[in-house]
């Protein structure tokens, strides 16, 4: 189906980039930057500083099923990038405390090569890199972890390194202890190198795995779930079951961004209220927590509250269409007509997203609002009465996590689907349980999700949300065209944008074009941090480098 595309793509390049502009300056992290000193390098420590400040306590909803850094949950992942260390990271920029992902700098590699053909990259380790045992990072650190994620399949971790183009453990030689080589048949992609930055190709110790586990037990998978040894500049410390994680601060650790802060406790606290509550009373320093509660703590002087869209990660309704009643295409027309967008942004978020008409983000390339995303009740109530299902439309199940902001967001769609004609049946699940049925099994019919994409390329989000094989594809979605547009787009360049806009088209052409899902709206990145802590910053998927805090005075 055709329809009205809106402004042009050249009108709306000049829009995003003046909203991300003013988004920007309004969500600078920690102050302007001077010339003399930049407000995120990692500030130097004298010895005696290093580890000495006071503890961190960092709250979270549930306690995580396991440490694997390349089967993470959002509690996971914040430690990973804190316990172990990627080859390369990102630059940070000066001005708002975001890091730029198209500005690579060392880690654990010190530089890194690239073929004249443009298919074989080679990293060279620092010699200095050593784990908490005192033991070396080695090439063979390297190879372990990423034939870990791809002979192991570990789901999430397995699909992020194979957006960056290895597939199989043969694409990487170990050249001597400090060098790997890994060949691209294809040539380098999109993400390539970028993607060595990214928790699922953290490096852990081949050595104390082998020693740690149980027999059977391959790649770790049950020994990592409590167990984990890293480079990084903090170690896991104590660990109390359902109740907190504690990490505590690497005071030889090898790199330059030396933690100041002794420990940092992951401390569990189920409800959003209490932990808006510990963070007013100074009792917490960081906690993420829903739309209502950041609105309360923006007044208080105790805590900062940073907004700020993440990139590409646009909440969406969706559902598989061949299943009761999605199998009817004017149904989903109507789900998609009834959805009441300006309530959600308003009631669900209180500010703290941003309105989106496209399943692409509105400061991703290539977003142009498309008024078909806009409530007409009406027009979706004439649509069910054209449907197959008239009159007696079957029901369907959406699961949440209970208390979620995807919980609000599925009440506020229930009651709008109800004056249609259209019941939606919330099924209420804890964390854990949401995270079986969608990720380890892929068993759901209908889901509201929210990806949080590690780039800001719609492709790249398509290619997890609906690519037939992807751990994130919750509804198993399959289209031939779809699998084959989102593998091609991953080994255009970057500065290749109108044959990437080309495939971009097609896909968003099936999304849209067969009313596949509804965008509910662009989440943000949102956190509430004591003010007594500086430095604040945001890598991708949420993470605070805590190495690199300061106390503000």
């Known amino acids: 189906m055709k329809r009205d595309r809106g402004p042009t793509r050249r009108e709306t390049a000049r829009h995003r980039l003046s909203l991300l502009a003013a988004v920007m300056t309004a969500a600078a992290l920690s102050g302007p930057a001077t010339a003399a000193e930049p407000v995120f390098a990692p500030k130097p420590l004298a010895a005696d500083q290093i580890g000495a400040g006071p503890r961190l306590i960092y709250l979270h909803h549930e306690y995580p099923a ?3 850094p390349q089967n993470t949950s959002a509690f996971v992942g914040q430690m990973a990038m804190e316990l172990f260390d990627t080859l390369v990271t990102y630059e940070i920029d000066p001005a708002t405390g975001i890091a730029d992902q198209t500005k690579i700098v060392p880690r654990l590699a010190t530089s890194w090569d690239i073929s004249p053909d443009n298919k074989t990259l080679t990293f060279h380790l620092n010699p200095a890199a050593k784990f908490w045992d005192g033991t070396p990072v080695t090439a063979d650190d390297v190879y372990w972890s990423i034939q870990r994620a791809l002979e192991g399949r570990m789901g999430w971790g397995t699909t992020q390194i194979e957006t960056g183009g290895i597939f199989k453990t043969d694409q990487m030689k170990v050249i001597d202890p400090h060098t790997i080589a ?20 953290t490096v852990m110790s081949k050595a104390a795995c082998e020693k740690g586990r149980a027999e059977g037990d391959t790649w770790c998978v049950d020994w990592i779930k409590k167990n984990a040894m890293g480079s990084g500049p903090y170690k896991l410390g104590e660990q109390q079951s359902g109740e907190a994680i504690t990490i505590t601060a690497n005071k030889d650790y090898w790199g330059d961004a ?17 932990r808006a509550l510990l963070m007013e009373s100074g009792e917490a320093d960081f906690a993420f927590v829903t739309a209502n509660e950041y609105a309360t703590l923006a007044k208080s002087g105790a805590v900062k509250v940073f907004s700020v869209p993440s990139q590409q990660d646009v909440t969406v309704l969706r559902w598989k269409p061949d299943i009761p009643p999605f199998d009817d295409v004017k149904i989903r027309e109507a789900v998609i007509k009834a959805i009441p967008y300006d309530r959600l942004v308003k009631e669900v978020c209180k500010g703290f997203c941003t309105p989106v008409q496209n399943l692409v983000g509105v400061t991703t390339p290539g977003y142009v609002a498309d008024p078909y995303f806009t409530t007409d009740v009406e027009a979706a109530r004439k649509l069910v009465a054209e ?12 699961p949440v996590v209970q208390g979620s902001t995807n919980m609000a967001a599925a009440v506020i769609i229930q009651d709008a689907l109800r004056g249609i ?19 380890g099994n892929r068993d759901l019919k209908v889901s509201i999700h929210a990806m949080g994409p590690w780039w800001n390329d719609f492709m790249y989000w398509a290619y997890w949300m609906y690519r037939s094989d992807s751990a994130t594809n919750h509804i198993q979605f399959a289209n031939a065209t779809l699998d084959k547009d989102v593998l091609a787009a991953l080994l255009i360049p970057q500065s290749d944008e109108a044959s990437y806009m080309k495939l971009q088209d097609e896909v968003l052409g099936i999304l849209n074009g067969e009313h596949l899902a509804a965008p509910l709206f662009q989440v943000n990145w949102n956190a509430a941090v004591s003010s007594r802590v500086c430095d604040v910053n945001k890598f991708p998927w949420g993470t605070i480098a805590f190495s690199w805090l300061r106390p503000c005075n």
Not at 387 to 398: I, N, Q, R
């Open 66 to 68: 396991t440490l694997d």
């Open 182 to 201: 890994i060949t691209y048949p294809d040539g380098m992609g999109r993400y390539s190198l970028r993607n060595f930055a990214s928790m699922s190709l």
């Open 258 to 274: 030396k933690p100041y802060y002794s420990e940092v406790m992951f401390r569990v606290v189920p409800d959003a209220q209490t």
């Open 387 to 398: 449907s197959k299902y008239a009159g007696k439309v079957p029901p369907f199940e959406v």
């Open 421 to 439: 004609g259209v019941d939606m049946q919330i099924k209420p699940l804890t964390q854990n349980a949401f995270d079986d049925a969608a990720w």
